[in-house]
């Protein structure tokens, strides 16, 4: 199936870690099945079986000596496997496609953070994701302190999983992050949309409503 001609929309979710991403991706499913449309909520690690499989390598905070090009190759895994089983035949079906994360995160945490650089991300993009990419992506912007705040807190929460490998990162880390996304939405303000994630809940769902309706 080619990316070119399938019929649904797709939304993808960016930002730094405990931006509230997950928790907006669900209140738009929410309103979009409402409306009576055909949804499909997916996220990046996982998604998928294998997906999920793949994500419990990532995240183990054990697996220190994963290089970056593993580590990037992983994520695209995780992508392309995603792409083929749900998302494409999902879109080709009509449905609306929400997925938290995309390869903008990849463009953000692999290309940028960890220094591999934009062409390399994009080359592997087209490989596993045949150039698909979100008609619309919400960035949701907060800064490094909240982040880093809300990711120690949820950090706290995970007992049993070892999901914190990412979370660890440096200050710094976080802070490329950060830039490469502002930078991106500069680069492509048709396709980002950059909506300010320490506002409350409710004014960020309205905001994010709005958005999606415009667009
Ligand atoms: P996750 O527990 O799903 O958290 P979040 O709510 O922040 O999405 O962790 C995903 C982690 O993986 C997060 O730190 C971002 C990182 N990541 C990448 O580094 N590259 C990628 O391509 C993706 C999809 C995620």
């Known amino acids: 199936m080619s990316t070119t001609d399938v019929r649904g929309r797709f939304i993808s979710f960016e930002g730094t870690d405990g931006c509230g991403k997950s928790t907006q991706m669900r209140l738009l499913a929410a309103k979009l099945r409402a409306e009576g449309q055909d949804v499909l909520e997916t996220a990046e690690p996982g998604g998928t079986r294998i997906g999920l499989q793949i994500r419990s390598i990532l995240l183990d905070s054990t697996n220190q000596e994963l290089s970056p090009t593993a580590e990037m190759l992983l994520y ?3 992508r392309a496997q995603n792409v083929d089983e749900w998302i494409l035949p ?3 079906r009509g449905a609306t496609v929400l997925s938290d994360r995309f390869t903008d ?5 692999q290309g940028a953070a960890r220094g591999l650089g934009r062409e390399v991300v994009m080359a592997l993009h087209q490989i596993a994701c045949r150039g698909l990419l979100p008609g ?3 960035y ?4 490094l302190d909240t982040s880093l705040e809300r990711a120690h807190a949820r950090n706290r929460l995970i007992e ?6 990412m979370d660890e990162q440096a200050v710094e880390f976080h802070h490329r992050v950060r830039q490469e996304y502002l930078k991106l939405a500069e680069m492509e303000p048709g396709r980002i949309k950059v909506i300010d994630g320490r506002a409350d809940r409710k004014t960020i769902a309205a905001r994010i409503w709005e958005t999606v309706h415009r667009v």
């Not at 995160?105 to 945490?109: E, Q, R």
């Open 76 to 78: 695209f895994a995780c």
């Open 90 to 92: 999902a879109l080709d």
């Open 105 to 109: 995160s990849t463009l953000a945490y």
């Open 136 to 138: 619309l992506t919400i």
């Open 140 to 143: 949701l912007d907060i800064d």
């Open 160 to 165: 049993d999983k070892d999901e914190r490998r």
